[in-house]
């Protein structure tokens, strides 16, 4: 939701309590539901649309700028939901809400680029495009053509239907045949070059599994391989030290000398003998636990001389680490490496498999997702022709009631399944909007058979049907003008924003040709429709800003010269709230305030309720 416009140097506009300011500035707080501005013909009402199209990312001119100013400056503050796509976008531009708000600010120097701001932060102005995308549509002559190209058509037809889930399945079954496709092609298109790929891995394969490596092995061949090459050393130094400990162990008896075990075995019975207990007594149990120690070691060394290697193995290890030490290099440098290169060459090798065989397989596969693709695409299909047909009638009668008896709209969905490309990344129908803008005239595709004001009430019946789908505090009738007291004189803060959408919906030149009962009418619809969305219309008739929660008056009036623009002209922004809102009404209704008028504004207001 628009929370708050501002507005400086930007043609001829600036706020009423500045007018001698010399910065040209405007500042308008919007509230939810519907905000009305209006203001005399030429009065600078397009400013703010124009504001409006900066922040959402529009082509800036720099002949918009206030004369005598350096640069023109918008900037909109839009309340967003935790979530929200519009949420996600600015996270994904590195400037994320912040408590809740997005400030989108657009600055156009007189001379050099434009600026585009997120949060205060520079993006590119695509960023501020993609935000405007989810969070404004502007319905104006020139920004509502948008919904005539056959994209923007599919989308809102597919949106109203809300049959995501036949959506999703269809994009999932589409996913899967293109991948198919790039697989194929790739076989066929690059057949020689997947064979000679394909020669390679089946040959270093056959040559790793052919030797047969074991995680490890290496370094356990060459452990043993230094242990053979060694043993006379090993056998004579391992010999000498179990001599030293323990004399028995190494072949020795009593009278040939004593190793370590028997000394320490006789000094433990030389303090044992003593019995005294005590230090003694101490001492002779850690000589004892050394003697043990000892005698574990000797056992491990013993056990060394009896682990000998056969010599004659040595050669038959040298070769093996060689045929290792060969994979190392071309596939290394550990043995799980080649490995687990060999199981990823494995995989790619079938994926290479450019046979025949293999051609054909992947061809009946490919048959398999078309069909599931197809019958994916008819669900679609089928899902679109029940939303096009309740979407047209739905169109077709709000159009009714905006003054547009006979006027209809017809959603045509055509499929293109049994022909050639018939499908594509969107399903395979072919959809048009086909509007008839009165009895007798031809059906004609959007943009091209109706008028601006046509077309503006063409679009709020749209989005009336969307918004009924919607569900979220669907328009119906009941309730009342929330904004509005029992005189219509209200302050206009207007019903809370419980239920709404969060998008801002802003209508221009959607009252052209409209009057009388159909003008009533038109502002009651757009009341519907600010009750699960905020809207904000450009407007000149009484008719339909009496039904707003909010209104805005846009005046000119000569100042200086050479003040603000050609001649002097300023154009000044300004909330009218109670008295000063049933004056503006007057001033629409007969262009006086006479007491007759404003009692028939203070009526119009009181009438102006759902």
């Not at 923007?152 to 079954?173: H, K």
């Not at 989005?463 to 119906?476: C, K």
């Amino acid at each position: 939701m628009l929370e708050e416009l501002e507005i400086r140097n930007l043609g001829p506009i600036h706020h009423a309590v500045l007018d001698f300011a010399p910065i040209r500035h405007a500042l308008l707080d919007f509230a939810p539901g519907m905000t009305a501005i209006t203001g005399e013909t030429g009065a600078g009402k397009s400013m703010l649309l124009n504001a409006i199209r900066l922040i959402s990312g529009a082509s800036a001119d720099a002949g918009r700028i206030s004369a005598g100013a350096d640069e023109t400056r918008a900037q909109g503050i839009f309340a967003v939901l935790d979530g929200s796509k519009a949420a996600s976008i600015a996270d994904e531009a590195g400037s994320g809400p912040q408590d809740g708000e997005l400030f989108l600010t657009r600055c156009v120097p007189a001379k050099g680029r434009s600026r585009a701001m997120l949060n205060g932060h520079s993006v590119p102005r695509g960023v501020l495009t993609e935000l405007a995308g989810e969070l404004v549509t502007i319905h104006g002559q020139a920004d509502q053509l948008r919904i005539a190209s056959p994209t923007r058509q599919r989308e809102f037809l597919d949106a109203y239907a809300g049959d995501s889930a036949t959506l999703e399945a269809y994009r999932t079954a589409w996913r899967e045949l293109k991948a198919m496709d790039e697989k194929l092609a790739k076989l066929q298109g690059q057949e020689a070059e997947a064979r000679q790929r394909a020669d390679y891995l089946k040959d270093a394969i056959a040559r790793i599994d052919r030797v047969a490596p074991g995680s490890g092995e290496d370094e356990e061949l060459k452990a043993k391989r230094d242990r053979i090459e060694n043993a006379a050393a090993i056998a004579q130094g391992v010999g000498g030290a179990v001599a030293a400990l323990d004399s028995a162990q190494a072949g020795y008896d009593d009278d040939g000398g004593s190793g370590v075990s028997q000394l320490l075995d006789r000094a433990v019975q030389s303090l044992r003998g003593i019995r005294m207990g005590g230090v003694f007594e101490e001492s002779a149990d850690r000589l004892e636990s050394i003697g043990d120690e000892i005698a574990d070691v000797v056992l491990s060394l013993t056990r060394q001389i009896d682990e000998s290697e056969d010599g004659a193995d040595l050669d038959a290890i040298n070769e093996r680490i060689h045929d290792l030490d060969e994979l190392l290099r071309r596939w290394g440098p550990t043995l799980d490496d080649v490995l687990a290169w060999r199981e990823q060459a494995g995989m790619e090798l079938e994926d290479l498999d450019a046979s025949p065989e293999k051609i054909d397989e992947l061809r009946k596969r490919r048959a398999a997702l078309l069909a599931t693709a197809v019958k994916a695409a008819e669900a679609l299909h089928g899902a679109r022709v029940r939303a096009a047909k309740a979407l047209g009638r739905k169109v077709s009668a709000e159009l009714e009631d905006l003054a547009m008896a006979g006027a209809g709209l017809e959603v045509r969905v055509v499929s293109r399944l049994g022909g050639p490309d018939a499908l594509d990344a969107h399903g395979g129908d072919d959809i048009a909007f086909l509007f008839t803008p009165f009895p007798g005239s031809p059906q004609l595709p959007m943009g091209k058979s109706a008028s601006g004001g046509e077309l503006s009430r063409l679009m709020l019946a749209l989005e009336l049907a969307a918004a009924e789908r919607r569900g979220t505090d669907a328009p119906q009738e009941g309730g009342g003008n929330e904004a509005s007291g029992e005189d219509g004189t209200g302050d206009g803060t207007g019903a809370s924003g419980d239920g709404r959408s969060g998008m801002t919906f802003i209508f221009d030149e959607v009252d052209a040709g409209v009057g009388g009962k159909a003008a009533v009418e038109l502002g009651k619809r757009l009341a519907m429709l600010a009750r699960s969305a905020q809207v904000i219309v450009v407007t000149h008739l009484a008719q339909v800003a009496s039904w707003a929660d909010a209104q805005f008056v846009v005046s000119k009036a000569a100042g200086n010269a050479g003040e603000s623009g050609p001649a002097g002209v300023s154009t000044s922004v300004s909330r009218a709230d109670g008295d000063d809102r049933v004056r503006e009404i007057a001033r629409m209704l007969s262009g006086s305030e006479s007491e007759t008028s404003l009692d028939h504004a203070r009526e119009l207001l009181a009438e102006s309720k759902l």
